[in-house]
């Protein structure tokens, strides 16, 4: 039988579009943006490019967008950068040590970043996120008018699909004059974004998230006055990454943006449907599983599930076996199975300790059929791990 | 082998060589292999290690062995079930004045058991380990364990715990093999593993240091690690010392001015703190009590049989007497025995044949008992 593979959060195949525009740049020459004779020009002609497109899509400006190698990378230039740039700038007298903000719910390259900036003497604080993705506004103005430096929350969870308010977090950001980081890995093309209308100071993308090559993101700085860099070399990416520009990346990654962005209603609806087919199929398995996020919008690509007293680490491996590819969640490199913080944050920590979690994710390669084939896979793998009661 | 089955077997693999080269040997024969690593507690604490996530150099080099060999490979995380099972039993045993052997409490309590249910729940047939150890499969009987072939590391005395109806679903393919057979079987196929040393230590012990982890676990001002005399057998003092957790039976107790011999630990009483000491003469027991017992075969030796004991690992076996009673065994040994250590071990063999064993309770002397009377 032919694996089925439903973990389009993790990795996602490369998008027809993204290889096509990438070919030319695999082959022959593909010469240095920043040289001056014809093989350098043709290679920044078609950087700029891709850049004009990607702000295009998401209503910036292409000065805007700077290229990263990944949404780590953003991530960590818009955390640990901002801590560089409030240390080296003048500070109010008696204001004490930086203070950051993140959600309680944010992925790793976020979270672990934060962490950084706390062992490099900053404050952190979290922001809580309810089971419906809702942020209590109350709460919002009271961490907002402690100053922070910097304010970062996610668009879409990884684990979930939650979506947050965004528009309404970046307009109380705005008015307090808080810069506000928005991850948007996992919203990009995905959620109609437009920077235009929605006053966030930076957005972390990540190329392949959204079918495009691995390896490139791009941090969206409106102010870069607000951002220091974290690598130093030949000032490419306005200083803020310098590094040879990777072409192949940018304009695949733009293909893979303008095919996302052009098709997201109609893509957005298909995979709903599919999703909603696993939710309801799978809801009724013999341990019945909670819906994460269930109570709140979601993107339509995540379905997160939670099997009470099912052993955590077990689902995905059995599932692997039985040919269907899933993840437990975000995992530790070591793939070792510690609580989930993303379930912490929203349900609780006994919640995370003693529920299996199982995160089923959709993209645009997935079909009908490999979802109605999953299914009694599924079923019956939950089956057998339930019966045989670890 | 004569007629091959195909199956699905779980390996445990703990990112070293044996059970690199155990999988390898596995997969090779045509079954459908599933390495998997428990993660049995946590280094992050532990001085000298790199502070990154639990055990991640073994968890890495098995997912690496695993990865070229094409085979799935999962961690397991067991550390509750190892903590409660393995390292408060370590510590309870040394609280009470006793030499624990934590290998063979993992191998009875945790490993197997949990590799087996987990392994059912992936849908696995059996269960293997790069344990020098070998299953035989005589037609028509029990699975029987022998001794490894290569008698400097076999590992039968460590197994006498397992439950018994896991027995038929075990392999270990190195069992008739021999360490650098192993080392070259690793080499060949281009195992990042091949060349890792041995692990000596105990593995939640990683620096050796086994009264630190008594100091963490147990209540402050515990007996076990607070000053205390050292007695003779006629309850003479001769000395002075730190803690008796940090004696064995057996272990030479140098004692320094006006004591030109040595003298040997013979006992510790946890009640008194007191740790005894004398001559190498009086180590010597006639037989052991042992209880936890457990039988590996389903035809256990009744009273009266001669067997065969080990009573330390490396030590080779001696021949005696069981007496059996509720689950207690009595052994009488056809010559007297140095150091039995209450705690360790009692594995009962016929030949190279492991039958059972047990979890040591005292010496038995019959001179004593005599002279007592």
């Not at chain 2, 027995?167 to 070259?184: Q, S, Y």
């Amino acid at each position: 039988m032919e694996p089925i593979y439903l973990d389009h959060a993790a990795a996602t195949p490369l998008r027809p579009e993204a290889r096509k525009a990438m070919d030319p740049w695999l082959t022959g020459v593909s010469g240095n943006p920043q040289s001056i004779h014809r093989w350098g020009r043709a290679a920044r002609e078609s950087l700029e490019d891709a850049r004009e497109r990607i702000a295009r899509t998401f209503g910036a400006t292409s000065s805007e967008v700077i290229f990263t190698r990944g949404g780590t990378e953003s991530a960590n230039l818009a955390v640990l950068g901002r801590l560089e740039a409030v240390r080296t700038s003048p500070s109010e007298p008696g204001s004490g040590p930086p203070l950051f903000v993140y959600s309680s719910i944010e992925h790793s390259a976020v979270r672990e970043a934060m962490a950084e900036v706390e062992a490099r003497g900053a404050r952190i604080t979290t922001l809580p996120v309810s089971p419906r993705g809702e942020v209590d506004e109350a709460e919002l103005d009271r961490l907002l008018a402690r100053r922070p430096v910097l304010l970062s929350v996610q668009w879409v969870n990884q684990e979930t699909g939650l979506i947050l308010p965004i528009d309404r977090i970046a307009a109380r950001c705005r008015e307090a004059g808080v810069p506000l980081h928005v991850d948007g890995v996992q919203a990009g093309g995905r959620l109609p974004i437009d920077l235009a209308a929605t006053p966030i100071d930076m957005l972390t993308l990540s190329a392949h998230k959204m079918g495009g090559p691995r390896g490139m993101g791009a941090l969206v700085v409106r102010e870069k006055s607000h951002l220091r860099p974290r690598l130093f070399g030949g000032g490419q990416e306005q200083g803020l990454r310098p590094g040879t520009g990777d072409v192949a990346g940018a304009v695949g990654f733009a293909a893979a943006c303008e095919a996302m962005v052009q098709g997201m209603e109609t893509e957005g609806e298909r995979l709903g449907r599919l999703r909603d087919l696993l939710e309801d199929a799978l809801s009724a398995a013999p341990v019945a599983p909670r819906v994460h996020g269930g109570e709140g919008p979601r993107a339509p690509h995540i379905l997160g599930l939670g099997f009470p007293s099912l052993p955590r680490d077990l689902l995905p491996g059995a599932l692997d076996l039985a040919g269907v590819g899933v993840s437990a969640g975000s995992a530790c490199r070591s793939g070792s199975t510690a609580p989930s913080p993303v379930l912490t944050g929203l349900y609780g920590d006994a919640y995370a300790r003693t529920t299996a979690p199982l995160r089923i994710s959709l993209g645009w390669s997935t079909t009908e059929s490999e979802v109605k084939r999953a299914i009694p896979i599924i079923l019956e793998t939950l089956e057998r791990v339930r019966s045989v009661g670890v | 082998m004569s007629h091959f089955t195909k199956q699905r077997i779980l390996v445990a693999m703990s990112g070293g060589v044996d059970s690199s080269v155990a999988a390898a040997l596995l997969h090779e024969a045509g079954h459908e292999v599933v390495g998997v690593t428990m993660k049995t507690f946590c280094y992050e604490e532990t001085p000298g290690h790199s502070k990154t996530c639990c055990g991640l150099d073994g968890i890495l080099d098995a997912k690496r062995v695993a990865d070229r060999l094409g085979i799935a490979h999962y961690v397991f995380d067991v550390e509750e079930d190892f903590t409660r099972d393995v390292i408060d039993d370590f510590v309870h045993e040394y609280a009470h004045g006793r030499t624990p052997n934590p290998c063979v409490r993992c191998n009875s309590n945790t490993k197997f058991r949990d590799l087996m249910q987990r392994g059912r729940a992936l849908g696995c047939d059996g269960i293997a380990t790069g344990h020098y150890v070998r299953a035989v499969r005589p037609e028509g009987t029990e699975v029987e364990l022998h001794r490894g072939a290569d008698r400097n590391k076999d590992q039968a005395y460590f197994l006498w715990g397992l439950p018994r109806e896991l027995v038929r679903r075990l392999h270990f393919p190195l069992g008739d093999l021999t360490k650098p057979e192993v080392r070259e079987l690793a080499r060949a196929r281009g195992l990042t593993t091949a060349e890792k040393p041995e692990s000596q230590e105990i593995c939640f012990v990683p620096l050796g240091d086994y009264r630190q982890l008594l100091r963490d676990r147990l209540p402050a001002r515990h007996g076990a690690l607070e000053p205390g005399s050292i007695v003779t057998r006629d309850g003479t003092v001769v000395g002075e010392h730190t803690g008796y957790a940090g004696f064995t039976v057996g272990q030479r107790k140098g004692l320094g001015g006006g004591f030109p011999d040595p003298f040997f630990v013979l006992e510790i009483r946890p009640a008194e703190r007191e740790v005894v000491v004398g001559p190498r003469e009086e180590l010597f027991a006639d037989g052991m009590r042992a209880g936890e017992v457990s039988w590996i075969t389903s035809d256990p030796p009744r009273p009266g049989a001669r067997v065969e004991v080990q009573i330390r690992h490396r030590a080779p076996a001696v021949p005696g007497t069981l007496q059996t009673e509720s689950g207690a065994i009595q052994l009488h040994f056809d010559e007297p025995q140095l150091s039995v250590t209450p705690g360790q071990s009692a594995v009962i063999f016929d030949g190279s044949r492991l039958l059972g064993g047990g979890r040591i309770v005292r010496a038995l002397h019959a001179a004593a008992a005599t002279a007592a009377q």
